[in-house]
C-alpha cells in the first residue's frame, strides 16, 4: 500500500468532485462526495464547465492555519460553502491538502463558484487528531470571509470523515455560524467507543499475528511511523496473505466487528491495511493531543474466535488514561443535539468509521427529542464512503429540503417510536432531474458484540404497501433512511 496523507475518509475525497459533476446537471446547490473503487460502475458524468472563479492567494489565520477563499468572479448568490476535510497524518506539513482538492482535473472550488457560491476551506492548525482545533479554525474562516464580504446570506458546512465529525459538533455548537451542515462518513456516535475500535484491532492483530508489528496499540516507534508503508507491503502483506492465516485472519475480523464479504479478498485487505494505518500513523499523535492515552479493554471480553478463553487470556490489556478521557468527553464528543439541520450519510458495511457511529448518534438525538433536526441515509452496501452519485443527490436533496423548510422546535411526533425505515429511491428523468420516494423497509437495531462494536441486524419486515412522502411533515417524524 503507498503512504497515505489521507483523510480519515479514504475515498471519500475522490467522492466530493464526483458528486458536484452531477450537481451541476440537476441544478443542487450544494456539492459533496462521490464513489469510490469499490463503488458499482456508473455511467460516464459529463465534465464540468471551467468555472468563472477567482481563488485569492492562500493566507495564513492566527491560528497558523492556511486557508483558501475562491469567488465567482461573477453571478454570486450570496452563499458559502465550507469544506471541512479529512484526516491528514501528523507527520505531514500543515497545508490545504491537495490531493482532496482534486480529482480527474476537476477541482472542488471550480465546481463550487459554477454553482454560484462562494467556497472556503482551511488546513486547520494541526494535522492529524484535528478535530478540537479545526472547528474553531472553520468558524474563524466564516469570520474572515464575513469581514471581506458582509453581504453573505447563508453557510453551509459540509465534511466527510473526520470532517463529518467537525461538521456535526459545529451544527450542534455554533448555529449563529452555520445553516445547516452535510456529514459523511463521521465517527459521531462516541469518540471513545472509536479509539478503542481502533486499538482492539491492534491487540487482537497482535494476538494472533504476534511480534509481526513493532511496538504495542498504544506507542508506535517514531521510524515504523516514517516508514509504514514499506513495512506494510513487505512484512505485513504476505503473512496475511499465506494460506495458514486465512483462519487468523477471519478470526481477527470477527473478532473485532470489522465489516467485509467473506470471500472477496479486496475487503479483508481494505479492512486490516485501514485499521493498521490509523493504530500506527494516529496512536502517537491522539496521545500527545490528548494528554494521554484514550484505548482501554482492560475489561474487555473478547468473543468471536475459535477459542475464546485462550483469546481474552493471552491478548495483551491497557487502561485508558483518565486525563485522555476527560478530553475525550469535552472536545470530541458529539451531544445529539444539532440547532441548525443536519443530514449524515453513511455506508451501513463502513469498515473505518462503522456505521454503529450513527446508530449511537440517533439514540442521543431521540433521547433529546431533537429528531427534527436530523436526518440519517443510510448506504447498504461495503466501504467507507463508498456512494453512489445517484445516493448522494437523494442527500443533498433531503438537506436542501431542511434548509428551506426549517423546524425551529420539536413537535409532539418526534419521539415517536421508529417501526419502519424510509428507503429514498432516486430516479432520472430526461431533463434530467432527481426525485425522492420513500417505502417503508425494515429499521435497524444495533447489537453489541463482546468486543464493544456494534452490528446491524433487521427487525419484522414492513408491509411493502406501505409508503410515505419524503416531505416537511415526514421530517418531525424522521426514521433512519436506508438506500439500496
Known amino acids: 500500500m503507498t503512504e497515505r496523507s489521507r483523510s480519515l475518509h479514504g475515498r471519500s475525497r475522490r467522492a466530493f468532485l464526483g458528486l458536484v459533476a452531477l450537481a451541476l446537471i440537476v441544478a443542487l446547490a450544494i456539492p459533496f462526495a462521490r464513489a469510490g473503487a469499490l463503488a458499482p460502475a456508473e455511467p460516464a458524468e459529463p465534465a464540468i464547465p471551467s468555472a468563472p472563479m477567482a481563488c485569492e492567494p492562500d493566507k495564513t489565520q492566527a491560528s497558523g492555519a492556511i486557508y483558501r477563499i475562491c469567488m465567482p468572479t461573477f453571478g ?14 501528523a507527520n505531514k506539513p500543515v497545508g490545504i491538502p491537495e490531493d ?6 476537476t477541482y472542488i472550488p471550480d465546481a463550487a463558484n459554477f454553482l454560484g457560491y462562494a467556497f472556503a476551506t482551511t488546513s486547520y ?85 504476534p511480534g509481526l508489528i513493532p511496538g504495542s496499540p498504544v506507542s508506535i516507534p517514531d521510524d515504523l511511523i516514517a516508514n509504514w508503508s514499506t513495512f506494510y507491503t513487505d512484512n505485513v502483506v504476505p503473512v496475511i496473505h ?18 467485509y ?9 481494505e479492512g486490516i491495511s485501514q485499521e493498521l494505518w490509523y493504530n500506527v500513523q494516529g496512536t ?48 470530541y464528543q458529539t451531544a445529539g443535539r444539532p440547532l441548525v439541520p443536519l443530514v449524515t450519510l453513511h455506508t451501513t458495511k463502513d469498515q473505518t468509521v462503522p456505521y454503529w457511529h450513527e446508530t449511537l448518534y440517533r439514540a442521543k438525538i431521540t433521547a433529546n427529542n431533537w429528531t427534527f433536526r436530523h436526518d440519517n441515509i443510510a448506504i447498504d452496501r461495503y466501504g467507507h464512503c463508498n456512494f453512489t452519485v445517484n445516493e448522494i443527490v437523494a442527500a443533498l436533496q433531503l438537506l436542501q429540503q431542511r434548509l428551506a423548510n426549517p423546524v425551529s422546535t420539536p413537535t409532539a411526533t418526534a419521539t415517536a417510536t421508529p417501526t419502519a425505515t424510509a428507503t429514498i429511491a432516486v430516479t432520472e428523468t430526461p431533463t ?5 420516494a420513500a417505502t417503508e423497509t425494515p429499521t435497524p437495531t444495533a447489537t453489541a458484540t463482546s468486543s464493544g462494536m456494534a452490528t446491524e441486524t433487521p427487525t419484522a419486515t414492513a408491509s411493502p404497501t406501505s409508503t410515505q412522502t419524503s416531505t416537511a411533515t415526514a421530517r418531525r417524524t424522521w426514521l433512519p433512511v436506508v438506500l439500496r
Open 432 to 436: 434530467p432531474t432527481a426525485t425522492i
Open 284 to 331: 502517537n499523535d491522539a496521545v500527545n493531543k490528548l494528554g494521554g492515552q484514550p484505548f482501554d479493554n482492560h475489561d474487555r471480553v473478547y468473543a468471536g474466535s475459535l477459542n475464546d478463553a485462550a483469546l481474552n487470556a493471552g491478548v495483551q490489556r491497557f487502561t485508558a488514561s483518565p486525563s485522555a478521557l476527560t478530553e475525550l468527553e469535552a472536545h
Open 76 to 89: 454570486w448568490n450570496g452563499d458559502l460553502l465550507v469544506y471541512a476535510h479529512g484526516y491528514v497524518a
Open 100 to 105: 482532496q482538492m482534486n480529482l480527474g482535473g
Open 261 to 269: 464479504t467473506p470471500g472477496d479478498q479486496a475487503t479483508i485487505d
Open 125 to 209: 492548525s494541526v494535522n492529524g487528531l484535528a478535530i478540537k482545533q479545526g472547528l474553531p479554525d472553520l468558524v474563524d474562516l466564516v469570520s474572515i470571509f464575513r469581514a471581506q464580504h458582509p453581504t453573505l446570506k447563508r453557510v453551509v458546512l459540509v465534511g466527510v470523515s473526520e470532517g463529518g465529525l467537525i461538521t456535526t459538533l459545529g451544527t450542534e455548537q455554533y448555529p449563529a455560524v452555520f445553516n445547516g451542515g452535510l456529514a459523511a462518513c463521521g465517527p459521531i456516535g462516541d469518540f471513545r467507543r472509536h479509539a478503542n475500535y481502533v486499538g482492539d484491532f491492534r491487540a487482537v492483530f497482535d494476538y494472533f499475528f
Open 242 to 259: 499465506a494460506p495458514g492465516s486465512a483462519i487468523s485472519v477471519t478470526q481477527l475480523l470477527d473478532v473485532t466487528g470489522v465489516p
